[in-house]
């Protein structure tokens, strides 16, 4: 699928390639077709409830995503998109925000880190000469970092309400809700226990389209409750759905 979030790969497996995997359950869903007609009235509403939602959700998705990039171009010719912060030993850290990556700013930090670091290994010389002023000097490092990243922090957050106010930050939140609910009708749609043949080749073309060539990769949890719905139904589950 084109999402850009995708969900994590179920615990244990690697995401795998949606048109590899997909592609072969769907020839087993479509040779079980050939082995006996059945009349497209055998199709369920539920089924068909499911394959319209796929689309509408994708559909939407794909407005999300269109509208998200225009909002994203006309942000960053108003503003640039390589920030600074000023760092007091000197020079400046600077970094391309990607809010979509939580671990990207603890990236920056630790940059910010190593670089005091960096300074606080050139003491080591000092030390042997004068440790006290070699000490006070660590002292003035550290009070310098942790100011340095109070105003990385401010940084992130000026960067934020510039976002928000230009509008950049609700259409990449609207884009990632589509997104999720793309992601989710296709689980729903995976899940789904065909009835009949009917259902099944129904079913196969339905996915086939969606992990054509313009889409990315199914992750394990949807492979794992797409294999799950051809298996026989065991006492105590339901029916089709």
Known sequence: MPNTSVRAAAEGMPTINRRAAITAAAAMLAAASTVKAAPAAEISPELEKLIAAKDKACAAFDEALEASYEVEVA????????????????????????????????????DIIKRYEDQTRKLVGLEKINPAIAASAADALNSALIKDLRTFRQVLRDEIGRRRAFGYWQAEEAREEASQADLDAFTDLCAYRCANFAELARKAEVLAHYTGSRFAEIQAEDFQILLTSMMPVTAGEGGAS
């Open 75 to 110: 942000y960053f010719k108003a503003h640039r998109k390589e920030l600074f912060v000023d760092l007091s030993i000197g020079g400046a850290q600077s970094f391309h925000p990607d809010f979509d990556r939580d671990f990207f700013h603890h990236d920056v930090r630790n």
